[in-house]
């Protein structure tokens, strides 16, 4: 069974938010943390992974990732919340 994820990266200052979605999450951490990510998580330095979701089905994590994208901020921020009361860096294994 092929997983799938959608996350969520901030900066050092918790102001910033990027959504995405991936195949493969230590590896898209990973480029998000060379300053191999996209452009917008380039120009802002955002690199902090502080929220992930898995899926079974890649297209159920794209829809999730298109809802996410047009919630408010306050919103996506109580959504992690929820999971990482103290929006903590996370670690991958």
């Not at 050092?12 to 938010?17: I, V």
């Not at 802002?44 to 901020?73: C, G, M, P, S």
């Amino acid at each position: 069974m092929k997983l799938s994820y959608i996350y969520i990266l901030t900066n050092k200052y918790r102001t910033t938010f990027y959504i995405g979605v991936t195949d493969n999450l230590n590896r898209r951490i990973g480029e998000h943390s060379e300053k191999r990510g996209s452009t917008f998580t380039l120009k802002y330095n955002v690199t902090e992974l502080v929220y992930f979701e898995e899926y079974t089905d890649i297209n159920q994590a794209i829809l999730r990732e298109k809802q996410l994208k047009n919630w408010r901020k306050n919103w996506k921020i109580n959504l992690i919340k929820e999971k990482n009361p103290k929006l903590e860096t996370l670690k991958l294994l």
